[in-house]
């Protein structure tokens, strides 16, 4: 499911938030203190994909503007960035979201919390 709220102009510095959740993830687009864009999609059970898909899902709401931070939660115990242990993403479990997504993001800050 996707619903747009607004555009994105050329050029604008935005944030992305995220909500890894045991079932959907949900991304946004910020352009100052509006709400750009939104996504919903199920969430993988496996890392790996999950942050792929979540880097594609970025990089699409975020085409036509430069991101500078995300930040982003996940349904368990965070430690500097990595998800230490969360219930309902057991396969998740001690994998550094923050570096990872940082990385394939050409090293834009990641916030990660519970």
């Known amino acids: 499911m996707e619903t747009g ?3 994105i ?5 935005l944030s992305v938030g995220f909500d890894i959740g045991g079932t959907t993830t949900k991304v946004t687009c910020v ?7 939104t996504e919903t999609y199920p ?13 594609e899902h970025i990089k699409k709401l975020t085409t036509d503007g ?4 995300v930040c982003g939660s996940v ?10 242990s969360a219930r309902n993403l057991s396969q998740w479990n001690g994998t550094p979201v923050a570096r990872m997504l940082s990385d394939a993001l050409g090293g834009v800050p990641v916030t990660l919390l519970n």
């Not at 102009?9 to 510095?13: A, R, S």
């Not at 352009?31 to 864009?37: D, I, N, V, Y």
């Not at 430069?66 to 931070?69: M, N």
């Not at 349904?75 to 230490?84: A, F, K, R, Y």
Request: hydrophobic share 35%.
């Open 31 to 37: 352009k100052g203190e509006q709400l750009c864009l």
């Open 66 to 69: 430069e991101v500078h931070a």
């Open 5 to 7: 709220t607004g555009t």
């Open 9 to 13: 102009l050329e050029g604008t510095m």
């Open 75 to 84: 349904p368990g115990t965070v430690e500097d960035g990595v998800l230490i």
């Open 43 to 55: 969430t993988p059970k496996d890392p790996k994909e999950g942050i792929r898909l979540l880097v």
